[in-house]
């Protein structure tokens, strides 16, 4: 069967980003490589280097298939089920869970470009992080609009206060990485406990 030009390029690309994950979902961003991506997948550097500047552009790839990806299961897994609010949250979580269960290259992308991103990366890796923050905020939405709050408060500063204290416990975690390398399941449940409590305490106080 003849392909057209179109085809050809999207099956190249395809192949590329399925090896790319593999390599990146196996290995920390510091040891993949593009010779291993090329050399276990019989994937010419031309060809690779046709589409893609570098490893850079090839990890930052995988990096934005991750977060689509990640957004659509959400939306398309995911309803709110509970009153209470940190039930929901643990469902919520529990279908981050099953998603990398799934789609178990993407855990360690996960990991690395959350929890220890290459650090020229980190603006771009932002910018990439865009479809589960709209879902992050489109969840927090739905949560809080089921709390009676107090008649001053605004829906939209609440959400982003709670989205501001993810990323600054995203950047806690980046700072002391050295004292979350027990597994990346480890970090995630971590994160999950002390962004609850952190957000129990926005919520409710913490004084009598």
Known sequence: MNLNREEQNKISKERI??????EFGEKDYSSASINNICKSHSISKGLLFHYYKNKDEIFLLCV???????SNYLKENFELKHVNM???FRDYIQKRFE????????????YTATCNPPKHL?????????PIDETNKKFWCEIISHLNLKQDVIIEDVIE?????GNYLHMKIQHNNV??????????????????????????????
């Not at 206060?161 to 204290?165: A, C, P, Q």
């Not at 004292?179 to 004084?207: A, F, N, P, S």
């Open 86 to 88: 940190e039930e929901n």
């Open 161 to 165: 206060t709670i989205i501001g204290l």
């Open 64 to 70: 934005e298939n991750l977060f689509v990806d990640l």
């Open 179 to 208: 004292q979350y390398m027990d597994g990346t399941c480890w970090v995630v449940e971590r994160y999950t406990k002390e962004y609850v409590k952190m957000i129990h305490m926005l919520l409710y106080g913490i004084v009598k």
């Open 122 to 130: 980190i603006y771009e890796i932002s910018v990439l992080r865009k």
């Open 17 to 22: 980003l399925a090896a790319s994950l593999q």
């Open 99 to 110: 998603f990398f269960h799934q789609y178990p290259y993407y855990e360690q992308i996960f």
